[in-house]
């Protein structure tokens, strides 16, 4: 495992035997068959480089070899690709976990001409996969992206990197001019900063901002209609996802399958944060307990639960943290691998004022279009706030608790239920699936906060405290 | 058979409610006054013509009618 982040500072070079000293293994069968693996399965995509460091072309083609194209006029490579990738198995890294071969099957059944979109902007701040596999081995992603293109015959690549992360977007720039001057760029990839907002990733915003530079999610009554503009179909891959197609490519799919388990095969890009000492970006085999991955980056007390998948993502309680980090095992307790994204909440938090933080930025988050999004969420992160406010410290005779409000339980799940499947997009979804498991998790808070005893933590969100709450957030 | 689907554009609503005063039996609000209807919620044929009325005279133009 390998640790690499934007604020962590530089290590030693990682050597194959240190890599393999601190792999991890997943939970269920699967071990890398030995003899056939020749690097370590959790170093795929990040193990060769430093953080803060980007490969160079000639570094990235001496460790990886060269990248796999189509033969000038070649044809047939648009369903060759999707096969290779359906037996890979690999699928989205970007969030919602579709396999890849199918939207590259429906992308080459469109129309005539593409135009590939490599998405790097997630919008989720506890995230940074993205903009690390960019800086580390933009070389990677780029492979993947012009093989995709020029598979399926797309004359336009665009990197999007958002607005406010410079560095990543340098190392792009930078790995593209080194490029052009090869054979290796075989469509012209371009470089496009949308705004860093939370929504500004989703597909449909990001093809609108392309489109008419309005990040905002469009309303799709068909989601089985690819994307357009103009005449291009769009085509929007997540930039890991992208450079596990280079690596499959390279390899083949039997190599993919070596890490992983079987229903969920190879590695996935994992960004731990909250009560960590080593928060940061792994390379992970899917499979690998969650438990484990936070374990690896040594928790600074004891964890009372996991957010798993993000602010629009599922709280793991303590039972649940040995779940292994792969869809089934994770569907099974309503949460998603989404994007990759573990937050580890410690025991002296207090889970209704986190969960109430999240929601109120959520909130804020909103692009602003839907009505029950609008009105919805800022109602339920109120509700929240007065859940927690109601056992911040009172003196004798005030109201507090759910004495001076007794509807807010069935108000807030009322809300919560109005909201669901009623945006354009799934922002509002994510939001009640993050509150729901939150309040289930947190249940002893919940109950604590209700019947306005102290709370432990005593951390109201709004005002002065609020640091308090924040302060295991490293 | 072919039947008729309500949808509301939830991006083009601006919670008039001309859709739920007309199609009580299918459209609802919420709190907000916002209409409540599953997407390509099936119309009942009785229902049909007071459907396209409420496609016609919705101020944002946000209710889709579509056969299938």
Redesign the interface.
């Known amino acids: 495992m390998t640790t690499a982040t934007t604020s962590a500072a530089p290590r030693g070079a990682a050597t194959p035997a240190r890599l393999a000293e601190r792999r991890l293994a997943p939970a269920t069968g699967h071990a890398p068959a030995a003899g056939s693996e020749r690097r370590d399965g959790t170093t795929r995509l990040l193990g060769a480089w430093q953080a803060h460091q980007s490969a160079r072309l000639a570094e990235h083609l001496a460790h990886h070899g060269p990248p796999v194209l189509p033969p000038p006029r070649a044809c047939g490579w648009a369903d060759l690709l999707a096969r290779l990738v359906a037996d890979a198995g690999l699928t989205g890294r970007g969030g919602a976990g579709f396999p890849t071969s199918a939207k590259l099957a429906a992308a080459a059944r469109a129309g005539e001409r593409r135009w590939l979109v490599v998405d790097g902007l997630e919008g989720e701040p506890e995230s940074a996969k993205d903009r690390v596999l960019l800086q580390c081995a933009p070389h990677l992603v780029l492979d993947g992206a012009e093989l995709v293109a020029a598979a399926l015959g797309a004359d336009r690549i665009t990197v999007c990197v958002a607005a406010d992360q410079g560095a990543t977007a340098t190392a792009v720039h930078r790995a593209a001019t080194e490029r052009e001057r090869t054979a290796l760029a075989p469509v012209p990839v371009e470089l496009a900063r949308p705004p860093a907002r939370f929504l500004a990733g989703e597909e449909s915003a990001l093809v609108n901002w392309l489109r008419c530079g309005t990040a905002l999610p469009?309303?799709r009554?068909d989601k089985a209609v690819p994307l357009a503009i103009g005449r291009r179909t769009m085509l929007v891959h997540n930039a890991e996802t992208l450079a596990h197609v280079a690596l499959v490519a390279r390899h083949g799919a039997k190599w993919f399958r070596h890490a992983g388990t079987a229903d969920a095969p190879g590695t996935t890009l994992v960004t731990v944060s909250g009560a960590v000492a080593r928060p940061g970006v792994v390379e992970v085999e899917l499979g690998t307990p969650i438990d484990t991955i936070v374990a690896a980056a040594k928790p600074t007390a004891t964890v009372h639960a996991v957010l798993v998948g993000g602010r629009g993502g599922t709280w793991l309680g303590t039972n649940d943290m040995g779940t292994p980090l792969a869809p089934r095992a994770l569907r099974e307790r309503g949460a998603a691998v989404g994007a990759g994204i573990l937050v580890a909440l410690p025991a002296e938090a207090c889970g209704v004022a986190e969960i109430a933080r999240m929601a109120t930025a959520m909130a804020a988050e909103s692009a602003g279009?839907?009505?029950?999004c609008v009105?919805?969420l800022p109602?339920i992160a109120d509700d929240l706030r007065r859940l927690a406010a109601a056992a911040a410290p009172s003196g004798p005779g005030s109201r507090s608790g759910i004495g001076a409000d007794p509807d807010l339980g069935t108000r807030l799940q009322r809300?919560l239920g109005?909201v669901t499947g009623?945006?354009?997009c799934r922002h509002p979804d994510g939001v009640v699936r993050m509150v729901r498991s939150g309040l289930a998790v947190f249940a002893d808070d919940v109950a604590r906060h209700g019947t306005g005893r102290p709370c432990t933590a005593a951390t109201p969100v709004a005002g002065p405290a609020r640091d308090a709450a924040t302060r295991w957030q490293t | 058979m072919s039947e008729l689907r309500l949808t509301v554009d939830p991006v083009a609503c601006d919670a008039f409610g001309f859709c739920a005063e007309l199609l009580p039996e299918i459209v609802g609000l919420d709190e907000w006054g916002y209409p409540v209807v599953a997407p390509g919620e099936a119309v009942p044929p009785h229902l049909a013509k007071l459907a396209r009325q409420a496609a016609r005279s919705c101020p944002r133009q946000a209710v889709i009618l579509t056969v299938g």
Do not use: D, V
């Not at chain 1, 279009?369 to 029950?372: A, D, E, Y």
């Open positions: 469009t309303f009554p279009q839907c009505g029950p009105f919805g109602a809300r109005a009623r945006g354009a």
